[in-house]
């Protein structure tokens, strides 16, 4: 079945049959993903053509090496190499006299600066020392990362100019940066990444993957910081317009942050230096980000950290009677805590405290299954 795939097809893989440890299994048959504590005996192969589906078929670990073979030769290559992404070790984030580590799943908490958020907007517009507290408060919590933001993008947002966004940021990463506190800065435009850098942030996480702004792509490589793709259906000022919707959702979604992915090694940005976010809520109907999470894994196959934002998201209130943003902790948490499982790497929270404990619980029980005897 598998020579019979379209040697001009699109591949994808996706870890699946997971388990709790290698341990008392035949030696090969479980493979790792990354560095962190999750194993798995299976790959579901799928394979895409002209906006299809032309193949799935799921091959046990100690399968994969000679179904990968039986490809046509250019997806045999691309099935070894999602494979190798998936196992590879996902090196830290040297963040000055910070590193953050990704053996073990991370938080980064959500700092807006704005007055019209879809959560918590006003709760810190309008006094820096109050919202530099609220970042250190989450940093004592347990957050490896403080995303500080000054611009709304939930959908319909009005656009900010650069010069409000960057008085709204700034002063605020200027005390936390102070402090020593981690902090990414969460915008797309160009100034404001130049500005928050030179205030102590040290990574940049662009919800449009560094598309949106012509000169985004070269401030992140003259600042040789890290940077978070996310995927948005649209790079222009309302990142939700998808009027066009998704094919397969996992797929297309997959396909845009491969080739950010490229675009930023091409312009001289390490792997190592590169996380990616699948944009969860961002022009995705709820049936679109039920298949993300599901699918969640796939992006293992891009060989960098995974970066998961749910956090109050509208897709919980759906499916919870519409409970509003304030009222969806349960479900952060849930969504949090499944998104780790999967294999993501960090996590962007509202709740700390709670969602370090919930990650804390995942660790415990990850250590106890390797550690079974």
Request: charged share 20%; hydrophobic share 50%; with cysteine.
């Amino acid at each position: 079945m598998l020579s019979q795939i379209p040697a001009d097809a699109r591949l994808y893989l996706r870890p699946t049959w997971f388990v709790p440890s290698p341990i008392g299994l035949p030696d090969g048959s479980a493979a790792r993903m990354g560095n962190g504590l999750i194993w798995f005996q299976g790959y579901e192969l799928t394979a895409r053509k002209d906006g299809r589906r032309v193949a799935r078929v799921t091959v046990p670990v100690t399968e994969f090496a000679d179904a990968a073979a039986g490809l046509p030769d250019p997806l045999a290559e691309r099935a070894q190499r999602l494979a190798a992404n998936i196992s590879a070790q996902r090196p830290p984030l040297l963040l000055g006299e910070r590193t953050i580590r990704f053996d073990a799943p991370q938080v980064m908490a959500i700092l807006n600066i704005t007055p019209d958020s879809f959560s918590d907007g006003g709760e810190h517009m309008d006094d820096p020392q109050a919202a530099a507290d609220a970042g250190f408060s989450m940093a004592a919590a347990g957050a490896a990362l403080i995303d500080v933001g000054g611009e709304s993008t939930r959908p319909k947002a009005p656009r900010l100019w650069e010069g409000d966004e960057i008085a709204r940021v700034v002063p605020v990463i200027e005390k936390l940066a102070a402090a020593g506190v981690s902090i990414s800065i969460d915008t797309r435009k160009a100034a404001v990444m130049e500005a928050a850098l030179a205030a102590g942030a040290a990574v940049v996480n662009d919800v449009s993957a560094l598309l949106h702004d012509p000169r985004a792509m070269e401030v992140v490589v003259a600042a040789g910081c890290p940077v978070i793709l996310m995927h948005a259906p649209s790079a222009g000022d309302d990142p939700h317009e998808n009027p066009g919707g998704y094919g397969d959702v996992v797929a297309d979604v997959f396909d845009m942050l491969e080739a950010r992915v490229e675009a930023c090694l091409a312009a001289g940005i390490a792997r190592e230096k590169i996380m990616v976010d699948p944009g969860l809520g961002f022009g995705k109907s709820l049936g679109d980000n039920l298949a993300l999470v599901n699918g969640l894994a796939v992006f293992q196959g891009l060989g960098v950290p995974l970066l998961f934002a749910g956090s109050r998201k509208r897709l919980i209130g759906a499916l919870s009677n519409e409970a509003p943003a304030a009222e969806r902790l349960g479900g952060s948490v849930g969504l949090a805590f499944r998104a780790v499982e999967l294999g993501a790497q960090m996590v962007r929270v509202h709740d700390v405290k709670e969602s370090v404990q919930a990650l804390h619980l995942w660790r415990g029980l990850a250590d106890a299954g390797l550690s079974a005897v």
